[in-house]
């Protein structure tokens, strides 16, 4: 249990990091480092599916966000925060924290123990028990994502194309020429 | 980034030792993501990420290489079709579970072939996969290709260094 505290405060030591450093490429290397302590944090969860999608959609991410960092000519952050809206917002989060935590305290199971270890009619019970036999895949992950919850998946992928369809219509060459021609 | 000078005469991307290293790594990690898509069912992976390591193969050539030969190899249109390509199949599996099962998504192929534990088993679960990393591929290859696009064509004063 002592390595999930060890990695929770290398978390938040990078996520403060990341907030507080003027400088951009030291920000975006403080985000990567919360996405591995997160990644380790999954594969100690005994969760190895969810850990290599995190290292490997991080890695991606963190070259897009270097690449545009990089090639700006603006890599350092001026100006000073404002300091009144900081700490009006830093309570309200500890008091919806605090307030979650004093509501939540008994009827959540313990950190790193899932759910239908304590509740027997879990629906989670039921994939783990007949998963094998209904969906003949051994990776129960999969046997989830891609059979009993397979409509999640497919909103995901629609989400997906729809995102990559915008992006590319707005971003595309002959759009941004039609642009320069009115300017 | 340091890589600024180029010193393999005249050619795009980075050094020469980036881009030794690169054409032996390349395949490699074009193997591994393959193999976390057909294993998906069997060992920890799956479509999505296995598309995301096989679209990072290709941000490396874009990252060592250059943009342009990349393009020779994976065209826009021709990425942008395959994305279209693994939405159509997911989708085609769905259907297929209606028409045959008739259930939308049903498991139609289970009983058909295989035992679990096989790499042929488990129905459509691995075709699901395999249309998921196509799609993840693709799509996530076009949002790189098109952010360097962006990147490069928005700043015409600052001369090109060659890696976008």
Redesign the interface.
């Known amino acids: 249990m002592a390595i999930f505290y060890v990695l929770l405060l290398f978390i938040i030591i990078a996520a403060i990091i990341a907030v507080e450093t003027k400088n951009l490429l030291s920000s975006v290397i403080c985000i990567g480092a919360i996405g591995f302590g997160g990644s380790l944090m999954f594969l100690f969860l005994r969760a ?2 969810i ?3 995190q290292v ?2 991080e ?2 991410g963190l ?2 966000l270097i ?2 960092t ?2 700006r000519d603006l890599t350092f952050i001026s100006g000073d925060r404002e300091f009144f809206g900081m700490v009006v917002s830093v309570v309200i989060i500890l008091a919806i924290f605090l307030a979650g935590m004093k509501v939540f305290d008994t009827s959540l199971p313990d950190f790193g123990s899932p759910i239908f270890t304590k509740v027997p009619e879990a629906a989670s019970q039921t994939y783990i028990e007949q998963g ?1 036999d ?6 129960l ?3 989830v ?3 009993y919850r ?2 999640d ?2 909103g995901e ?2 989400v ?2 729809t995102s ?1 369809i915008g ?2 219509v707005i ?3 002959k759009s ?1 020429k039609r642009l320069e021609e009115l300017d | ?1 340091a890589q600024k000078e180029d010193i393999s005469n005249g050619t795009k991307g980075m050094t020469v030792i980036v881009k030794t290293i690169a054409s032996w790594v390349k395949v490699l990690i074009f193997l591994f993501g393959i193999y ?1 898509i057909l294993f ?10 296995g598309g ?2 096989l ?2 193969s290709y ?1 490396l050539l874009m ?1 060592a290489f250059g943009r342009e030969s990349v393009e020779e190899n994976l065209p826009l249109p021709l990425a ?1 079709k395959l ?1 279209c390509l ?2 159509f199949l ?2 085609l599996i ?1 259907i297929l579970g209606f028409v045959f099962g008739g259930v939308f ?1 049903v ?1 139609f192929l ?1 009983e058909k072939y ?4 096989e790499l042929l ?5 691995p075709l ?2 395999v249309a ?1 990393g196509l ?2 591929c693709a ?2 290859f ?3 290709l ?6 490069k ?1 928005f ?1 015409p004063g600052t001369p090109s260094d060659g890696k ?1």
């Open positions: 190895p599916d850990a290599i999608t490997v959609v890695v991606l070259i897009i690449r545009a990089i090639s094998l209904k969906t003949g895949a051994a990776n992950v999969t046997s994502i891609l059979d397979a409509y998946t497919l992928a629609a997906l194309f990559i992006a590319t971003l595309r060459r941004r | 980034m976390i998906g069912h069997l060992t920890p992976g799956g479509g999505f990420a995301v390591i679209a990072s941000v990252l942008s994305d693994g939405a997911f989708a769905a998504f498991n289970v295989g035992q679990p534990f088993s488990a129905g459509t679960i699901s996969n998921i799609k993840v799509s996530l076009l949002v790189i098109t952010l360097s696009m962006c990147c064509d700043r976008e």
